[in-house]
């Protein structure tokens, strides 16, 4: 039986090395779905600043990784015109792209479609959380001049929107008018890789370990997550893990470092292989991520797989953790003064019951990460747009 063809941009793509958000959602979306339609991944050959290629891959060709067909394209080749003849000579059912701003693997493709004339195929576009209030705030005025101009030139007309969350569909509603096709699909988890939490493994003394891990970006908020340390009064060792999105804003993070208290001790670690993040997560008390939006965050899925609990902004889907007993998601708009108050009760908390937390928290992880409701959904967001008639 013939499978129906995926051909979706995404800005990174190797599964298993650096690996970010929606390189996750796309990598776990093949490995769940990749036996039901055949995905086509154009990406780029190469992660952000370094200068050579992914090692062990083929450039500019179609190559097998996994369940899926990547196509890793050299700078030099990253143009209208490639877009538009990959768009052209491969042949697919639907058009899926991974974010609303990127212009290489976002505005591009939809620019090379319309060169193509193949307005007739199907197109999904997820938002990845770029539409909630925080991550619009980055950049505001280019963003906003942005989707004036789009709506102006229906450079969206005839899409499906992937929205991770019916909160996300509401803003994306809001944004592209009430009558716009709409498929709600939460990110499909990783593969459970719970461990069980053993006293050996995490219960020693020393300060509240808080790991940040994600990449380095002013969407990330680690500057936010910087200034909270600088006001704690608690003993803290606060590792710093991701790939530098903005060498100018890493730059500003690094100043601030400069002038933590103290009691207060920040590294930067480095980028995490995926393969290693749960083994890297499970280490520390506590993962802090003020994030301005998050459609999923597979981060805080992974944190939670390994019993590690959260300390989250309020623009992701993870909602209600402290009554959960998990973690806070907290406003940003309300200052530093909630995410003090959740260290230090983190604090007491890790002194008095660190190992009956951390199975709250693995507790918690099984009934979230296990909902085969979620690979039904993202099954139907497909199925649907390939059905579409245009």
Known sequence: M??????????????????????????????????????????????FLDVVPYPRITQDAWIRVGKAFVYYVSPERRKLLTWARLIRDTPHAVLYLNSLFDPMYSLLPLLARKLVGSLARPIVVAPRGECYPGALSVKKWKKEVFLVIARIVGLYGNVVWHASTEDEAELIRRRFGGAVRLAIARDLPSKSRQQETSREAIDTPGPLRIIFLSRISRKKNLDFALRVLAKTPVRIQFDIWGIWDDLNYWKKCEDQIQFLPDHVTACYRGVADHSEVCKILREYDLLFLPTRGENYGHVIAEAFSVGTPVLLS???????????????????????????EAIEEASHKVRRERITWRQRVLDFATDRLNDSSLLVANRALFLQAVAIKL
């Open 314 to 340: 309020d623009q992701t889907p993870w909602r209600n953790l402290r009554s959960e007993g998990v973690g806070w998601d907290l406003p940003l708009g309300n200052g530093e003064a909630a995410f003090l």
């Open 2 to 47: 013939h499978k129906p063809t995926i051909l979706t941009f995404v800005k990174y793509y190797l599964p298993g090395f650096k690996s970010g958000g929606p390189v996750r959602s796309i990598s776990n979306m093949v490995e769940a779905l990749g036996d039901e339609f055949e995905f086509r991944i154009v990406t780029s050959d190469r992660d």
